[in-house]
């Protein structure tokens, strides 16, 4: 593995070398690990670190042109909150985020898929075209920006907010039941906010958890820092049985 911030630093060294950098910065799989700080690139358009092992992000405060952030299949998490004017696609799937709020009022596309979600607010994107946030069946907090038209809405795969139900401000159209489009007058806000209050939400944590396989369980607890086994129970089971 190799130091992430080291290799940024000592391929594109501060001082003029950053700043005249334009288009795309490329670093995934390279075998990166740890904290990573992208300040200066401040004519950058499209940044990839996926399929490494990075466990920190930063910015600085010129990144203005960046529109594209390919951040998936890393250690980043637990949380993370941030704003940007630029940023039109965000990728953070196939990470470690449990609480993710963002103010990004030009996002148009965002994937935070298989997490450990519990939480996800991006109530400033009022742009947002398409939502990929399934493999998080924790999530039972999810807030939008009001007048929304997405275009995609993936929620597979989260069984404790498909309990919960979205309100509208203003009366809509009928939707069809389990659509993924919202109307224009739609706004989610799931969670506490519904009425379905603490015990609520806990009873439907304990439902949740319990009606996933043994294998999806082991992952979450493995990515919320729990100590578990080094293989999945059904590899477990496996194995002892052919000893």
Same mark, same amino acid.
């Given at each position: 593995?190799?130091? $992430?911030?080291?290799?940024?630093?000592?391929?594109?060294?501060?001082?003029?070398?950053?700043?005249?950098?334009?288009?795309?910065?490329?670093?995934?799989?390279? &075998? #990166?690990?740890?904290?990573?700080?992208?300040? +200066?690139?401040?004519?950058?358009?499209?940044?990839?670190?996926?399929?490494? /092992? !990075?466990?920190?992000?930063?910015?600085?405060?010129?990144?203005?042109?960046?529109?594209?952030?390919? $951040?998936?299949?890393?250690?980043?998490?637990?949380?993370?909150?941030?704003?940007?004017?630029?940023?039109? @696609?965000? %990728?953070?799937?196939?990470?470690?985020?449990?609480?993710?709020?963002?103010?990004?009022?030009?996002?148009?596309?965002?994937?935070? &898929?298989?997490?450990?979600?519990?939480? #996800?607010?991006? /109530?400033?994107? +009022?742009?947002?075209?398409?939502?990929?946030?399934?493999?998080?069946?924790? #999530?039972? %907090?999810?807030?939008?920006?009001?007048?929304?038209? !997405?275009?995609?809405?993936?929620?597979?795969?989260?069984?404790?907010?498909?309990?919960?139900?979205?309100?509208?401000?203003?009366?809509?159209?009928?939707?069809?039941?389990?659509? %993924?489009?919202?109307?224009?007058?739609?706004?989610?806000?799931?969670? =506490?906010?519904?009425?379905?209050?603490?015990?609520?939400?806990?009873? =439907?944590? *304990?439902?949740?958890?319990?009606? !996933?396989? /043994?294998?999806?369980?082991?992952? *979450?607890?493995?990515?919320?820092? @729990?100590?578990?086994?080094?293989?999945?129970?059904?590899?477990?089971? %496996?194995?002892? &049985?052919?000893?």
């Amino acid at each position: 593995m190799v130091n $992430a911030q080291e290799y940024l630093d000592s391929n594109y060294p501060k001082g003029g070398v950053r700043e005249a950098i334009e288009g795309e910065i490329d670093l995934s799989n390279r &075998s #990166l690990e740890g904290g990573l700080n992208f300040g +200066g690139f401040i004519n950058v358009h499209k940044l990839n670190f996926s399929f490494n /092992e !990075i466990s920190g992000l930063g910015f600085g405060y010129g990144e203005k042109k960046l529109e594209v952030l390919d $951040a998936s299949h890393n250690r980043l998490g637990p949380t993370i909150g941030g704003y940007s004017y630029s940023l039109k @696609f965000v %990728n953070f799937s196939n990470n470690f985020y449990s609480k993710i709020t963002l103010g990004m009022i030009s996002l148009t596309h965002l994937d935070v &898929s298989n997490n450990a979600l519990t939480s #996800l607010s991006i /109530e400033s994107s +009022g742009n947002l075209t398409e939502l990929k946030c399934y493999g998080n069946p924790l #999530l039972t %907090n999810l807030t939008l920006a009001p007048n929304l038209n !997405i275009n995609s809405f993936s929620l597979s795969d989260c069984p404790a907010l498909s309990l919960l139900k979205p309100t509208s401000t203003t009366p809509s159209s009928p939707q069809p039941e389990n659509s %993924n489009e919202l109307s224009n007058s739609d706004k989610i806000s799931l969670g =506490t906010g519904l009425g379905v209050g603490i015990p609520g939400l806990i009873l =439907t944590l *304990i439902r949740t958890w319990y009606s !996933i396989d /043994e294998d999806r369980r082991w992952k *979450i607890k493995r990515k919320l820092g @729990f100590r578990v086994s080094e293989l999945p129970p059904s590899q477990k089971k %496996n194995m002892e &049985s052919r000893g």
